[in-house]
Antibody, heavy 119, light 111 residues
Framework: QVQLVESGGGVVQPGRSLKISCAAS????????MHWVRQAPGKGLEWVAF????????YYADSVKGRFTISRDNSKNTLYLQMNSLRLEDAAIYYC????????????WGQGTLVTVSS | QSVLTQPPSASGTPGQRVTISCSGT????????VYWYQQLPGKAPRLLIY???QRPSGVPDRFSGSKSGTSASLAISGLRSEDEGVYYC????????????FGGGTTLTVL
């Protein structure tokens, strides 16, 4: 069965960096576009970024463009999100999702990893 | 403020039919498929409706979706207590070089 397991969340100070990961299993990871979606505490869902199956295309939300980088290692079936210059407003649960390019059809979600930005 | 507009709350009694609306523009709903997600308390979201009206396997046919122009709606018939949660609509948006957008979410209460 399809599984997406995020890890790497934690408490980080404003301005610092953090890299979170998503280990995928149960499907042909190298064939799918992958996305990150986040949810601030008590708030709604916000799309963050996607990367194409072969890493040739990346798209970002304006709120993270220039600070976050999405990447993947198909040999390890793992998706990453490098988050630099973190801001208080980046605090959220970050979900790894499977989807399509330039669409929001997230058919599988991980359980999420919590990123807290606090001084 | 979310790009897609949903009512913040909806409610109904068991067995009733409830509808949740989602309003957008020509750059998102007007030109792309609409998706609906259900988030139960303490859980990750789950895909409920894809490509405007299609249901993934395992989603009961009590849930249905529709789209017209720049608006979409989710209908839940035969309301059950386990339907309580937050429902989000979503679509791709062509503005600003392209990005995904969600509605603000509608909290459904089964009275």
């Amino acid at each position: 069965q399809v599984q997406l397991v995020e890890s790497g969340g934690g408490v980080v100070q404003p301005g610092r960096s953090l890299k979170i990961s998503c280990a995928a299993s149960g499907f042909a990871f190298s064939s799918y576009t992958m996305h990150w979606v986040r949810q601030a505490p008590g708030k709604g869902l916000e799309w963050v970024a996607f990367i194409s199956y072969d890493s040739t295309n990346e798209y970002y939300a304006d709120s993270v463009k220039g600070r976050f980088t999405i990447s993947r290692d198909n040999s390890k079936n793992t998706l990453y999100l490098q988050m630099n210059s973190l801001r208080l407003e980046d605090a959220a649960i970050y979900y790894c999702t499977r989807g399509s390019p330039s669409d929001v059809d997230f058919d599988y979600w991980g359980q999420g990893t919590l990123v807290t930005v606090s001084s | 403020q979310s790009v897609l507009t949903q009512p913040p709350s909806a409610s109904g009694t068991p067995g009733q039919r409830v509808t949740i609306s989602c309003s957008g523009t020509s750059s998102n709903i007007g030109g792309h498929h609409v998706y609906w997600y259900q988030q139960l308390p303490g859980k990750a979201p789950r895909l409920l409706i894809y490509r405007n009206y299609q249901r993934p396997s395992g989603v009961p046919d009590r849930f249905s979706g529709s789209k017209s122009g720049t608006s979409a709606s989710l209908a839940i018939s035969g309301l059950r207590s386990e339907d309580e949660g937050v429902y989000y609509c979503a679509a791709w948006d062509d503005s600003l070089s392209g990005h995904g957008v969600f509605g603000g979410g509608t909290t459904l209460t089964v009275l």
